[in-house]
C-alpha cells in the first residue's frame, strides 16, 4: 500500500502539469497551479517529479509552452523555496538550461522566451546564490548573457533596443557581483584569487565598457540617464571590491606586525632583590661622641652614648 501511494501521488502531478501547460491554452491556468504546488508540497517526491515533467516541456520547440513552463517552475519556488533548491540547481537542469541558451535552437527562441529565461535565471541565481550546487545555474545565466550580448538587432530596429539591452546585462552583471561580494569575508578569504567573483567582475568591466560606447553614440536625454544609471551602479560594485581588497590588505598588515611586535618583545626581565625593605645608606662617620649630628646618627643607628657626667661641688 506505501509503494502504491509513492507511485499515485507524482502520476497525479504529471497530469496536472500536463493539463496546465498546453499550448491550445490561451494563458496559464494559475487554479491547477495551485494545485500543482499543494500536490509537491504534499509528498517528497512531488518537486523532482515536478520538475523533471516541467524540463521535459521546457525543451520543446513551442514557445508558448516553454513560457509555461518557467511561469510554473517559477511558481513552485515562490511557493516553497526549501523544497524547489535541490532540483533547481539539480546537474540535469542546469546543462539543459545552458544548451537551451547557447545550442543552435537559442538562436531561434522566440524573444518572449528569451526575456522570461534572463528573468528567472537571474532571480534564481540570486536566491540560490549560497547553496552548494549553484555552479549550474550559474552557468547557464552566464551563457544566456553572453548570448544576449553577442545578439545584433536588425537593421530596421531602433538603437534604442541595443542600449536597453546593454543597460539590462549592466545591471545583472552588477546585481551578481554585489550579491557575492556581501558573502564574502576579506579578512578570511583573498577575494582576488576566488574565481567566482573575478568572473562577475570581468562581466562587470565588459558591461561598463560597453555603456561607455553608448554614451558617445546616443543624443536622447532619457537613454543617457538610464546609462548613467547602470554606470553608477557598475562603480558602486567596483567600490565595494576596492574597498574589501584594501581591509584584506590592512589585516594581512596587521597579523605582520603583531608578529613582529611579539619576536621583539622576548626580553629577559631585570632580576629583582628578595628583600622588599630599602638598604639603609651608610652616613658620615665621626668619633666625636658629642657631636650634634654624631648623636643622631649614633642614636639612629642604635649606638650607646657615654654616660651623663656628675655635677660637682665646687667649694666645700
Known sequence: MFLFSKKVTPTEITTKIDQAVDEQLGELDWNRVFEICQLVNQNELGAKEARKQLQKKLMSSQPRLQVMCLEVLNALIENDPHTMQNQITAKSFGEDLSTLARSRLAKTLDPSVISKLAEYLDTWSSRYLRADKIQGLLKAREEMVQRISQQRPPREQVEKMDVQEVIEIAKNSAQLLSQTLSFTDPTKEDISKNSLIQEFYAKCKHAQTAIQSRLQQTEDPETTSDLLNANNELLGCFKSYDEMIEQQLMHEAQLNSQSLHHRGTTQVEPQQSSSSQPQA????????????????????????????LTPQKLHK
Open 281 to 308: 645608606q651608610p652616613g658620615p662617620v665621626t668619633d666625636d661622641p658629642f657631636d650634634p649630628f654624631a648623636d643622631d646618627y649614633q642614636v639612629s643607628n642604635g649606638s650607646n652614648l657615654p654616660p651623663p
